[in-house]
Antibody
Framework: EVQLVQSGAEVKKPGESLKISCKGSGYSFSNYWIGWVRQMPGKGLEWMGIIYPGDSDTRYSPSFQGQVTISADKSISTAYLQWSSLKASDTAMYYC????????????WGQGTLVTVSS | DIQMTQSPSSLSASVGDRVTITCRASQDIRNYLAWFQQKPGKAPKSLIYAASSLQSGVPSKFSGSGSGTDFTLTISSLQPEDFATYYCQQYNSYPRTFGQGTKVEIK
């Protein structure tokens, strides 16, 4: 069974750093792209970027380029989304999602990680 | 970026109703269109890809159609578990973009 299990909720202060994770199981993690999607409170879905764990090829939405870093460690089947300096506006739910090919569609989603940034 | 526009933004319907949601792309996306369902407090769930193909395990009451710039999601007979927000997404090009969502509520 394909599963994407994300790390737990985080509460951080502005300016702090954070790295959240998404662990895949039930399939060959290296051979599928993992994307990240933001959902701000009460709002819609926003595509942030995507990584291919096999060679760490990464693409970002222009809206998120330079604001976050996406990485992966294929040895432990885990993808990451990180911030070096959080802002209150980063408060949101973040989802990872599996994509079978670069040009393909999302098929499986993680359960989400709620990030709250507040002083 | 390709803009995706859904209509309506919300609708009220009764159990058993046939419901149709429309998604329009700002440029030709061929059939590279997916639909997702999101229930309150839950992660999105993939329903349809390639405009009209059902994801594994998705009931046949859901159907999709369209190509180019105009697409529809139809729920043939609305059931209580179908009340949710539905999003379209184009995957013809990067960055991927979503519609703003359509909330399906109980009348």
């Amino acid at each position: 069974e394909v599963q994407l299990v994300q790390s737990g909720a985080e509460v951080k202060k502005p300016g702090e750093s954070l790295k959240i994770s998404c662990k895949g199981s039930g399939y060959s993690f290296s051979n599928y792209w993992i994307g990240w999607v933001r959902q701000m409170p009460g709002k819609g879905l926003e595509w942030m970027g995507i990584i291919y764990p096999g060679d760490s090829d990464t693409r970002y939405s222009p809206s998120f380029q330079g604001q976050v870093t996406i990485s992966a460690d294929k040895s432990i089947s885990t993808a990451y989304l990180q911030w070096s300096s959080l802002k209150a506006s980063d408060t949101a739910m973040y989802y990872c999602a599996r994509q079978p090919s670069y040009g393909g569609n999302v098929d499986y989603w993680g359960q989400g990680t709620l990030v709250t940034v507040s002083s | 970026d390709i803009q995706m526009t859904q209509s309506p933004s919300s609708l009220s319907a009764s159990v058993g109703d046939r419901v149709t949601i429309t998604c329009r792309a700002s440029q030709d996306i061929r059939n590279y269109l997916a639909w997702f369902q999101q229930k309150p407090g839950k992660a999105p769930k993939s329903l349809i890809y390639a405009a009209s193909s059902l994801q594994s395990g998705v009931p046949s009451k859901f159907s999709g159609s369209g190509s180019g710039t105009d697409f529809t999601l139809t729920i043939s007979s609305l059931q209580p578990e179908d009340f949710a927000t539905y999003y379209c997404q184009q995957y013809n090009s990067y960055p991927r973009t979503f519609g703003q969502g359509t909330k399906v509520e109980i009348k």
